[in-house]
């Protein structure tokens, strides 16, 4: 079945730099986009990045020149690097993939930008 571990998050003091990794198993990884989701307190879960099968990559507004989404078909994981981190990027982190109409999620890692 389809399995998405997230690991990384911690916490980390603002201005400072974090790599997420989720490891993906059960698809065939190269030929699918993958999503990096976030949940802040009280907030909805929104979507922070997005990098297509062919490596193009998406990102929203706040994350923009901060955070690069990248992957690895050959380890079959997509990453998150996150600089010059913010309080305000303090939430749970979700990896995230589509297959036709059902969606898979990990189980989440936590980033807490705090001094």
């Known amino acids: 079945q389809v399995q998405l571990v997230e690991s990384g998050g911690g916490l980390v003091q603002p201005g400072g730099s974090l790599r997420l990794s989720c490891a993906a198993s059960g698809i065939m990884f190269s030929g699918y986009t993958m999503d990096w989701y976030r949940q802040r307190p009280g907030k909805q879960r929104e979507l922070v990045a997005t990098?297509?099968?062919?490596?193009?990559?998406n990102y929203v507004e706040s994350v923009k020149g901060r955070f690069t989404i990248s992957r690895d078909n050959a380890k079959n994981t997509v990453y998150l690097r996150m600089n010059r981190l913010k309080p305000e990027d303090t939430a749970v982190y979700y990896c995230?993939?589509?297959?036709?109409?059902?969606?898979?999620w990990g189980q989440g890692t936590q980033v807490t930008v705090s001094s």
């Open positions: 995230h993939v589509n297959l036709r109409i059902i969606d898979y």
């Open positions: 990098i297509s099968s062919g490596g193009g990559t």
